[in-house]
């Protein structure tokens, strides 16, 4: 295990950054949504790279193929009951600016995002505390994935009040959850963290990051901008992120 201050540092980078899409959603009138779609893509292509090729890779060779792959299937399942018990609204900002009860609607949101944002900070806890080199990628592509995440809260409750330091405190608060999820993961499986348990983690985490990339990223992204340019972000984040491994 690395320095704990270290992955909670990267966990809560990667939370907070909900501030991030709130503060673009001010600061800019006309932004350019295909570039936030060309982001999503390359954070997807990080993390959907990293969890076959380091976290399930890392997991078979210590593990075994059938225990590493049951505890990435493992990782799937959970993260699929969450997302069913408490689904993740995703609000085109573009054009649900117009509807009716944003506030509730933005409101929603956050709670929806906090909830999922759980166990979104453990993973990049637990991928932190086996190795920084795999942590910081995984932040960053997290970062990326929680800018449009602020920006869904932010827009609708400003358009329903007015009142742009309630809208970014929301957005900012939904995101305070992954390092609270980090903290609380953290202390379940300090005592009882063993190389098996490390290894099995990874592979959990891998199983959750694909299923984010596959039910969140890729297809907010496409609807941000053309179909090709999340496609192109894929493979732009998986090349980078082989290379930056091939210098590790």
Same mark, same amino acid.
């Given at each position: /295990?690395?320095?704990?201050?270290?992955?909670?540092?990267?966990?809560?980078?990667? *939370?907070?950054?909900?501030?991030?899409?709130?503060?673009?959603?001010?600061?800019?009138?006309?932004?350019?949504?295909?570039?936030? +779609?060309?982001?999503?893509?390359?954070?997807?292509?990080?993390?959907?790279?990293?969890?076959?090729?380091?976290?399930?890779? +890392?997991?078979?060779?210590?593990?075994?193929?059938?225990?590493?792959?049951?505890?990435?299937?493992?990782?799937?399942?959970?993260?699929?009951?969450?997302?069913?018990?408490?689904?993740?609204?995703?609000?085109?900002?573009?054009?649900?600016?117009?509807?009716?009860?944003?506030?509730?609607?933005? /409101?929603?949101?956050?709670?929806?995002?906090?909830?999922?944002?759980?166990?979104?900070?453990?993973? =990049?806890?637990?991928?932190?505390?086996? +190795?920084?080199?795999?942590?910081?990628? %995984?932040?960053?592509?997290?970062?990326?994935?929680?800018?449009?995440?602020?920006? +869904? =809260?932010? =827009?609708?409750?400003?358009?329903?009040?007015?009142?742009?330091?309630?809208?970014?405190?929301?957005?900012?608060?939904?995101?305070?959850?992954?390092?609270? *999820?980090?903290?609380?993961?953290?202390?379940?499986?300090?005592?009882?963290?063993?190389?098996?348990?490390?290894?099995?983690?990874?592979?959990?985490? *891998?199983?959750? /990051?694909?299923?984010?990339?596959?039910?969140?990223?890729?297809? =907010?992204?496409?609807?941000?901008?053309?179909?090709?340019?999340?496609?192109?972000? %894929?493979?732009?984040?998986?090349?980078?992120?082989?290379?930056?491994?091939?210098?590790?």
């Amino acid at each position: /295990m690395n320095e704990p201050w270290m992955a909670f540092l990267l966990t809560a980078f990667a *939370g907070l950054s909900t501030g991030i899409g709130s503060a673009i959603a001010y600061g800019i009138r006309k932004p350019k949504f295909s570039y936030l +779609s060309v982001l999503l893509g390359f954070a997807a292509g990080v993390m959907i790279y990293i969890s076959f090729v380091e976290l399930l890779g +890392s997991a078979i060779e210590e593990m075994g193929f059938l225990e590493a792959n049951l505890a990435f299937f493992a990782g799937v399942v959970v993260i699929f009951a969450v997302d069913r018990i408490i689904p993740h609204i995703h609000i085109d900002v573009r054009k649900d600016t117009e509807r009716g009860d944003l506030k509730y609607a933005g /409101m929603m949101t956050a709670v929806g995002i906090a909830i999922h944002n759980f166990p979104e900070g453990m993973a =990049v806890l637990a991928v932190s505390l086996a +190795s920084p080199d795999f942590g910081v990628p %995984i932040a960053i592509a997290i970062a990326i994935h929680n800018i449009p995440e602020g920006i +869904s =809260v932010s =827009v609708p409750i400003f358009y329903a009040t007015g009142d742009r330091r309630k809208a970014f405190l929301y957005s900012f608060l939904s995101g305070v959850s992954e390092p609270v *999820g980090a903290a609380i993961g953290y202390l379940i499986l300090l005592p009882f963290i063993t190389p098996f348990l490390l290894s099995s983690t990874l592979a959990f985490v *891998g199983g959750i /990051m694909v299923f984010i990339c596959f039910d969140e990223l890729i297809p =907010v992204a496409n609807r941000y901008g053309e179909q090709h340019l999340c496609i192109y972000g %894929i493979f732009l984040g998986m090349f980078v992120m082989m290379v930056s491994l091939c210098g590790l």
